[in-house]
């Protein structure tokens, strides 16, 4: 069963940081990009930062580049999401989610297969 559990959410005040993290079990880590995206009220989900788990790739959206970095540890099969300087519009329930390299944009959300129960990050003026 594939699993994807995501912690370190919670509230902060403009300017801070936090730092989420994702542990999957259940499917071969290492051959599926690992991606973050969020959700805010009324609004789609979208992707924040992607990592190929093969090779250590990485791809950001323009409005967290400079702020977030993504990585990972291979061996706990874990990726993190270090935000900083975080912003109130950086306030949503962010995901974690696991989907096998194809064409086309890398943080389209149809193409990742499994996905977190999501957490959720605040962000106070």
């Known amino acids: 069963e594939v699993q994807l559990v995501e912690s370190g959410g919670g509230s902060v005040q403009a300017g801070g940081s936090l730092r989420l993290s994702c542990a999957a079990s259940?499917?071969?880590?290492?051959?599926?990009?690992m991606g973050w995206f969020r959700q805010a009220p009324g609004k789609e989900r979208e992707g924040v930062a992607t990592?190929?788990?093969?090779?250590?790739?990485?791809y950001y959206v323009d409005s967290v580049k400079g702020r977030f970095t993504i990585s990972q540890d291979n061996a706990k099969n874990t990726v993190y999401l270090q935000m900083n300087s975080l912003k109130p519009e950086d306030t949503a329930m962010y995901y974690c989610?696991?989907?096998?390299?194809?064409?086309?944009?890398?943080?389209?959300?149809?193409?990742?297969?499994?996905w977190g129960q999501g957490t959720l990050v605040a962000v106070s003026s």
């Open positions: 259940g499917y071969t880590y290492s051959r599926y990009y």
């Open positions: 990592i190929y788990a093969g090779g250590g790739w990485t």
């Open positions: 989610a696991a989907g096998p390299r194809t064409s086309g944009y890398v943080l389209d959300p149809t193409k990742y297969n499994y």
